[in-house]
């Protein structure tokens, strides 16, 4: 075989991508808690510079370095802007919650180092690396992918200047940057007449977290049009029955009721 393929055919390899697979597609969804919202962050770490290897193999170093520098950025707000505009394309929803104890998956950058360093002594299972390519291919874009997406298109008005309003959003962390909700606005737009923000929704009547999509629009010289576009949520802790759960209460109706209380309402 060609050694730059025999990286995504060790067990280690494959392994990882499996737990990110059943993370993203199972075990969040049933068990929405610290341990599976830090697995998917531990697994695509570890996997990414390894994958990368495939193409650049005698660049491992920069490739290290490059996706530490990648995770950072997408874990933080600078990335609102990017985001929104991967959404725009079609069958792209992606959304991330800003948590920068996120960051503790860069442990598994020596790893994957070490394990590059050995793939010429490592065992190698019988799998052919165009498989091993594809499928890590689909579990690192998906990572991230939003599931449960709704379509809100809700429109509220308020009297003030947009400028003004983004201001007091960016700076007033007591209400748009707490445990309950956080408030992104894309810094990339504000200088136009339009400004898309994301907010994250973690309050006590949501049985999921809600990640919401939209942005703000000048009316006037005194007035403010906020448009909710959409939002997505994460899983939740109703275990296997969260089918049941789901049905005794209107998803959409509690997630807008909850924007209205700690955002709308605060505005």
Same mark, same amino acid.
């Given at each position: 075989?060609?050694?730059? !393929?025999?990286?995504?055919?060790? &067990?280690?390899? @494959?392994? +990882?991508? =499996? #737990?990110?697979?059943?993370?993203? %597609? /199972?075990?969040?969804?049933?068990?929405?808690?610290?341990?599976?919202?830090?697995?998917?962050?531990?697994?695509?770490?570890?996997?990414?510079?390894? !994958?990368?290897?495939?193409?650049? &193999?005698?660049? @491992?170093? +920069?490739? =290290? #370095?490059?996706?530490?520098?990648? %995770? /950072?950025?997408?874990?933080?707000?600078?990335?609102?802007?990017?985001?929104?505009?991967?959404?725009?394309?079609?069958?792209?929803?992606?959304?991330?919650?800003?948590?920068?104890?996120?960051?503790?998956?860069?442990?598994?950058?020596?790893?994957?180092?070490?394990?590059?360093?050995?793939?010429?002594?490592?065992?190698?299972?019988?799998?052919?690396?165009?498989?091993?390519?594809?499928?890590?291919?689909?579990?690192?874009?998906?990572?991230?992918?939003?599931?449960?997406?709704?379509?809100?298109?809700?429109?509220?008005?308020?009297?003030?200047?947009?400028?003004?309003?983004?201001?007091?959003?960016?700076?007033?962390?007591?209400?748009?940057?707490?445990?309950?909700?956080?408030?992104?606005?894309?810094?990339?737009?504000?200088?136009?007449?339009?400004?898309?923000?994301?907010?994250?929704?973690?309050?006590?009547?949501?049985?999921?977290?809600?990640?919401?999509?939209?942005?703000?629009?000048?009316?006037?010289?005194?007035?403010?049009?906020?448009?909710?576009?959409?939002?997505?949520?994460?899983?939740?802790?109703?275990?296997?029955?969260?089918?049941?759960?789901?049905?005794?209460?209107?998803?959409?109706?509690?997630?807008?009721?909850?924007?209205?209380?700690?955002?709308?309402?605060?505005?």
């Amino acid at each position: 075989m060609h050694s730059r !393929f025999r990286i995504i055919q060790t &067990p280690w390899f @494959i392994l +990882a991508v =499996l #737990i990110l697979l059943l993370n993203d %597609f /199972l075990l969040k969804d049933y068990y929405h808690n610290w341990l599976t919202g830090k697995l998917s962050d531990f697994a695509g770490v570890f996997i990414l510079p390894l !994958f990368l290897s495939v193409l650049f &193999p005698k660049q @491992i170093k +920069a490739l =290290l #370095i490059f996706t530490a520098a990648f %995770f /950072l950025y997408w874990k933080s707000p600078w990335s609102d802007g990017l985001i929104h505009t991967i959404n725009t394309l079609p069958g792209f929803h992606y959304a991330r919650v800003i948590d920068y104890t996120d960051i503790i998956a860069l442990s598994m950058i020596p790893l994957s180092y070490l394990v590059f360093s050995k793939k010429e002594s490592l065992a190698v299972w019988r799998l052919s690396p165009a498989l091993s390519f594809s499928v890590t291919s689909l579990a690192l874009l998906a990572t991230s992918q939003a599931e449960n997406y709704v379509e809100l298109d809700v429109d509220y008005e308020i009297m003030e200047n947009r400028s003004t309003l983004i201001s007091r959003i960016q700076t007033d962390t007591s209400y748009f940057y707490t445990d309950f909700v956080q408030v992104n606005i894309d810094s990339f737009t504000n200088q136009s007449d339009t400004s898309r923000f994301y907010m994250y929704l973690n309050t006590p009547n949501l049985i999921k977290i809600a990640n919401v999509f939209g942005y703000l629009w000048s009316i006037d010289s005194t007035r403010t049009g906020v448009h909710l576009s959409e939002y997505t949520q994460q899983g939740g802790e109703c275990g296997f029955f969260r089918p049941r759960c789901e049905e005794a209460y209107d998803e959409k109706l509690i997630v807008q009721e909850a924007i209205e209380e700690y955002f709308i309402d605060l505005l």
